[in-house]
């Protein structure tokens, strides 16, 4: 079946650094890549989406000059969370949609600033 | 936008129970789908279910669109099915997912 790989799956950046998170459809083209986030016990929110050659449609309150989403290719799509801080410690999960495939999710980044 | 409310939002039950968990969307949708998140985080497609009734295993799933519900049943639980329980609903099926606030289950021996 269809696989995203999401890659890293843990994380430990210090304050103010940024880290990339990269998701890549293995076994077919992701059109449409969804980035979700989630906190310790709460439910997945949607960040952003991104389609592939086109900038990304942010959700309110997401800031978009520090959550850089890079959708440059039908099988990779990036995420950039730039001079990090630590409320931005979370769990980030994509998720890539193609045509009549529904919606495939990668394992997830744990991400912890300190 | 579409409000997902999910209940209970916990559960303790013991091995061999079965137990019914509710959905609750706000506006009609074209995509509803139930998933199982892992304690490590992987989310596990359960089913596609934007309308009717599905079964699988000891899971089965039934959505009354028109009343805007959804509701997934357990039977003969396990303590492998401890975790998260999430529905999510879209407007079609590549529209953007929104995630209930879950249920999260737990299954002891």
């Known amino acids: 079946g269809a696989v995203v790989s999401q890659h890293p799956s843990r994380v430990i950046c210090k304050s103010g650094t940024s880290v990339k998170i990269e998701c890549r459809s293995l076994d077919f083209q992701a059109t449409t890549m969804f980035w979700y986030r989630q906190f310790p016990k709460q439910s997945l929110m949607l960040m952003a989406t991104?389609?592939?050659?086109?900038?990304?449609?942010?959700e309110q309150g997401v800031e978009k000059d520090k959550f850089l989403i890079n959708h440059a290719s039908l099988t990779l799509s990036t995420l950039t969370v730039t001079s990090a801080h630590p409320e931005d410690s979370s769990f980030y999960i994509c998720s890539g949609a193609g045509q009549e495939l529904g919606y495939t999710f990668g394992s997830g980044t744990r991400l912890t600033v300190v | 936008g579409i409000q997902v409310e999910q209940s209970p939002p916990d559960l303790i039950l013991q091995e061999g129970a079965n137990s019914t968990l509710r959905c609750n969307f706000s506006d009609s949708v074209n995509n509803l789908q139930w998933f199982h998140q892992n304690p490590w985080g992987q989310l596990i497609n359960l089913f596609y279910i934007p309308s009717g009734t599905k079964q699988n295993g000891r899971l089965s799933a039934t959505t009354v669109a028109t009343e805007r519900y959804s509701l997934l049943y357990i039977s003969s639980s396990q303590t492998t099915d401890s975790g998260v329980y999430f529905c999510?609903?879209?407007?079609?099926?590549?529209?953007?997912?929104?995630f209930g606030t879950g249920t999260r289950l737990q299954v002891f021996p």
């Open positions: 991104s389609n592939e050659g086109s900038k990304a449609t942010y």
């Open positions: 999510a609903v879209g407007r079609d099926n590549t529209d953007k997912l929104i």
